[in-house]
């Protein structure tokens, strides 16, 4: 039967229809569906791990015992996985190790935009990039098979225009793959006597990958009737068609290593090609050190942002697309906001109403603290970079400095961990603040090792972060209620004066997550006593509104109080007024 | 359907616009098309504007649409159908609710909220309003404007009313089926406005 399947729900149908046995990843927008859609099969061991790096070593353990695995991360994930990833190119496989890469052209939601496929060449493994959900399916079979007969790595490298598009498969039964485990110390050992042999392997393969890119039917030329001629991949490919369905194509389902005959052979038949591509000029840059100069790319093409078919027109026949329908004045903007009866909201107000003090923030929901009304962050760079960064800052100013860091639960077993050994070992003075929501809140309300639940939801250890940190030699570790708006003003001003590295875990289960329930009693605003002061608005809390004076939206509030715990006038209580 | 179509479905996150489109996507495969849908997902999801492309026709490649180049747009949120005008090509269709959903920007007091009637007539775009918030009310939940949307969006498209319903059936949760296909059917009763084709 045909389908409609997210492109991530079909590279985790892929992986079932593999043989796959063994799924692990952290959870990162645009990539995090795999990883969910595969724990929805029995046959498949699934994992969330504490971050990329963690998650790729227990699929190369895996495939190294002989069982097909496949680990999941956006692309700034890569950079985290970069250690292992660079070392498992030398051991090479046993049964075949997939590694979805998710980039994010646009940065839809992320920190930056990157291209994997530069991690992939300078790591030496191969690239695969599929161009809609069917090629999702069909390529990560592929994949295996590259993977196994190469005996490396590969990388699915997927966009969040694929990743994140619902298009037409068709599903087949899954098949079982067999590998046998044997010791072999020569080749996942790497010491250098070992390494050294295998780097020699690593650049051999890499020629005999190059010659099968040449022959591998994902790689074609798609004939046109006008003579006008694009290489291109991935769903810059799906651009191109629909922009230019006349046109030559050549398609590249394999990105790296380059079939270069194929690639020569057909720009030697045309006057001019172009070569489209989203970020990077990747392709264009290899094609042209193949010494083919009949190639336009970036100088016409944006270095930039998503692109798109009419994009391409524009780049292509350099004219403007006309509008017909012009809104004239500016529109207020529509930022995205904490949601009503989110527990950060309590922290970042408090925080906002902190003077002399530098926040360094982290990768999460509450990044949404650097914008209004909050504006209570000064950086946030990377998973974990809060804490060093403030020790850093704190250290830099000979301790003059108060810093506050802050980080979520998910982010500190992640990455945040180390950065406090570091901070208490070097005789830091920072508070570090845990926004503990239990759940990994941005991707959607994943488990983690301080949940307490596995990926499939069962019971586990639950991770004790109090304990943790004071084994980690923090001087004083306190837990609060976000909630109490009023008391925790004080006791954040408390631990700031206190010397050495302070930590206080702010502890509220996201309002959204199923999990967990809430004793619902609405608040509402007694205009009679309401003075019109609007600090109630500060709050940010969308279920706030001003009419003539503030309003609670009863259908969005949430009901966590904490606008109750804010208002001087005792105007917001839970009793309607009559 | 012969002629490809193309859909933008907008409104503010945690609207409901990827059920709406996966439903919405579902109905015109079974109609015998090739469908695209795309998606936007994590912090845009946030409560900020969000856009969903849902394609049709004979064969799709590119999941996205461009600015002049939806059929229609389905708006959830009153605002976001002006934010989104651009991408309406020339005698395409607007369906927007009169749902309101102020910005952090308008509740903070920065801009105020527009008078969206007006706009619209000063664009001189083809429109069609629905009364959303009255009739969930009759609905009694809040929660099923978009198969309300879709209910009404079905007249537009020449497919089977029951394709919609299986559609409905197969992407709900079971305890909220009866309530979004009694929106479906509240919606596909609405009065046509002028636009009608
Ligand atoms: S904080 Fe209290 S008094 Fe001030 S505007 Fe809000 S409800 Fe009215
Ligand atoms: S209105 Fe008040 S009680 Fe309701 S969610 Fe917002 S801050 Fe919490």
Redesign the interface.
């Known amino acids: 039967m045909k389908k409609l399947l997210l492109g991530n729900y079909a590279v985790a149908r892929g992986c079932y229809e593999a043989g796959v046995k063994v799924a692990t990843a952290y959870p990162g927008t645009p990539s995090t569906e795999i990883t969910e859609a595969i724990a929805q099969y029995d046959e498949i061991y699934c994992e969330w791990a504490p971050n990329e790096k963690v998650a790729l070593e227990v699929a190369i353990g895996a495939a190294i015992y002989g069982k097909r695995a496949i680990c999941s991360m956006k692309h700034v994930g890569l950079n985290v996985a970069a250690d292992p990833l660079f070392t498992a190119s030398y051991t090479g496989v046993n049964a075949g190790l997939l590694i979805a890469v998710a980039d994010d052209p646009g940065m839809h939601s992320s920190q930056n935009e990157q291209d994997t496929r530069n991690i992939a060449k300078a790591a030496k493994v191969p690239v695969l990039e599929p161009a809609d959900s069917q090629e999702c399916i069909d390529f990560v079979k592929i994949g295996f098979e590259i993977s196994e007969k190469f005996d490396t790595p590969v990388i699915l490298r997927l966009t969040t225009r694929v990743a994140h598009s619902q298009s037409i498969v068709e599903e087949r039964p899954r098949e079982d793959v067999l590998f046998k485990y044997k010791k072999d110390i020569q080749k996942y050992v790497m010491m250098p006597a070992m390494a050294r042999p295998r780097h020699e392997f690593v650049e051999k393969r890499l020629k005999s990958l190059k010659e099968f890119s040449e022959t591998i039917g994902i790689n074609k030329v798609e004939q046109g009737t006008q003579k006008m001629a694009f290489i291109a991949s991935g769903i810059a490919y799906q651009y191109v068609k629909e922009a230019y369905p006349d046109a030559w194509v050549l398609k590249l389902g394999m990105v790296w290593p380059l079939p270069e005959r194929l690639i020569k052979d057909f720009c030697s038949q045309f006057e001019k090609v172009y070569v489209v591509e989203e970020l990077d000029p990747f392709l264009e840059e290899n094609i042209k050190a193949m010494g083919i100069n009949n190639i336009v790319g970036k100088e016409i093409f944006k270095l930039t942002g998503e692109y798109s078919p009419s994009f391409i027109k524009r780049a292509v026949e350099n004219k403007e697309i006309e509008v017909p329908y012009k809104v004239k004045q500016t529109l207020p903007p529509r930022l995205p906001v904490l949601c009503p009866g989110c527990p950060h909201r309590g922290i970042f107000y408090v925080l906002s109403r902190l003077k002399d003090v530098i926040i360094t923030g982290d990768i999460g929901c509450y990044t949404l603290g650097a914008l209004s009304p909050f504006n209570a962050m000064d950086s946030c760079v990377c998973m974990g970079a809060s804490i060093g960064m403030a020790h850093g800052i704190s250290n830099a100013s000979d301790k003059k400095q108060m810093v506050i860091a802050v980080i979520g639960d998910s982010t500190f077993v992640h990455s945040g961990i180390t950065g406090i050994i570091d901070a208490v070992y070097n005789g830091s003075d920072i508070l570090v603040m845990i926004l503990d929501n239990s759940t990994t809140g941005m991707t959607g309300h994943q488990d983690h090792p301080a949940t307490g639940y596995t990926i499939k939801g069962e019971p586990t250890y639950k991770l004790d972060i109090v304990s943790l940190c004071r084994a980690l030699g923090c001087v004083a570790v306190e837990e609060i209620n976000p909630y109490k708006i009023k008391e925790n003003v004080e006791k954040i001003k408390q631990l700031l004066d206190l010397p050495g590295v302070k930590v206080v875990i702010a502890k509220a289960p996201c309002r959204l997550h199923r999990r967990y329930k809430f004793t619902i009693s609405k608040r509402y605003i007694d205009f009679e006593k309401c003075k019109n002061c609007r600090l109630c608005l500060s709050l940010g809390c969308p279920a706030i509104s001003l009419k003539d004076k503030p309003t609670i939206d009863a259908n969005l509030c949430l009901a966590c109080g904490m606008c109750e715990d804010v208002c001087k006038f005792g105007a917001i209580s839970s009793q309607k007024e009559q | 359907m012969k002629k490809n179509i193309n859909i933008l479905v907008v409104g503010?996150?945690?609207q409901g616009n990827i059920l709406f489109?996966?439903i919405l996507?579902?109905v015109l495969?079974n109609a015998g098309n090739?469908?695209?849908?795309?998606?936007?997902?994590?912090?845009?999801?946030?409560?900020?504007?969000v856009v969903t492309y849902v394609k049709a026709g004979e064969k799709?490649?590119?999941?996205?649409v461009?600015?002049?180049?939806a059929d229609y747009i389905l708006a959830f949120e009153k605002?976001?159908s002006?934010?989104w005008?651009?991408f309406?090509?020339?005698n395409?269709i607007l369906i927007y609710s009169d749902y309101e959903?102020?910005?952090?920007?308008?509740?903070?007091?920065?801009?105020?909220?527009?008078d969206v009637e007006k706009?619209l007539q000063?664009?001189?775009?083809k429109a069609c309003r629905v009364e959303v918030k009255k009739l969930l009310s009759q609905l009694g939940n809040?929660r099923v404007q978009n198969t309300l949307m879709l209910g009404f969006f079905s007249r537009f498209l020449d497919i089977d009313e029951a394709l919609f319903k299986k559609s409905i059936e197969r992407n709900v949760k079971k305890e909220f089926i009866e309530i979004n296909l009694k929106a479906f059917e509240l919606g596909r009763r609405i009065e046509m406005c002028e636009v009608e084709k």
Do not use: N
């Not at chain 2, 799709?60 to 996205?64: A, D, I, R, T, Y």
């Open positions: 503010v996150g945690g489109s996966k996507g579902e495969l090739d469908v695209k849908i795309s998606e936007v997902h994590g912090m845009a999801q946030r409560g900020g504007s799709v490649f590119s999941p996205l461009d600015r002049a180049e605002l976001e002006l934010r005008l651009e309406l090509k020339d395409g959903i102020p910005p952090l920007s308008v509740i903070t007091g920065a801009y105020e909220y527009p706009i000063t664009v001189g775009v809040s």
